[in-house]
């Protein structure tokens, strides 16, 4: 099922929105990142990244942690916004994603109107789980 338009725009500015307060003074390439609770409720992050690099936060993992922090855990969908066309979550982000469940994935790069609509599922099939 696709988003709302109405949810996939205010999704999109927040995610544009924490991807300026991203902190990547070491790539330079800032993520931001958005999740939409089944609630109505929008949680962001921005990467956070560190000297050491291996303790760098990808922006969607900070935003599930602020959503599962506030005791929301069931997501509708996630956005992503980065400079790059065509980029997706990395492969550690769905795992963590999936712990919660399928939902909507969207992609946006700065500048470029096309935006990438997809699912969990189809990014990360068959996740780990016991
Ligand atoms: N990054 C994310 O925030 N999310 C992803 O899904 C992949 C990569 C960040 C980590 C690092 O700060 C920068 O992008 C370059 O890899």
Known sequence: M???PADFRRLLAAARR?????YAPYSRFKVGAAVLTVSGKIFTGGNIENA???LTLCAERV???QAVSAGQRRFKALAIVTSAA???PCGACRQV???FGD????????G?????QLRLAELLPRAFRF
């Open 52 to 54: 050491s690099y291996g």
């Open 18 to 22: 924490a991807q300026r307060r991203a």
């Open 97 to 99: 994603l999936a712990e």
């Open 86 to 88: 065509g980029a997706t």
């Open 112 to 116: 470029r109107r096309q935006v990438q």
């Open 2 to 4: 696709k988003l709302a």
């Open 103 to 110: 939902c909507v994935i969207l992609c946006a790069a700065t």
């Open 63 to 65: 935003a599930v942690a």
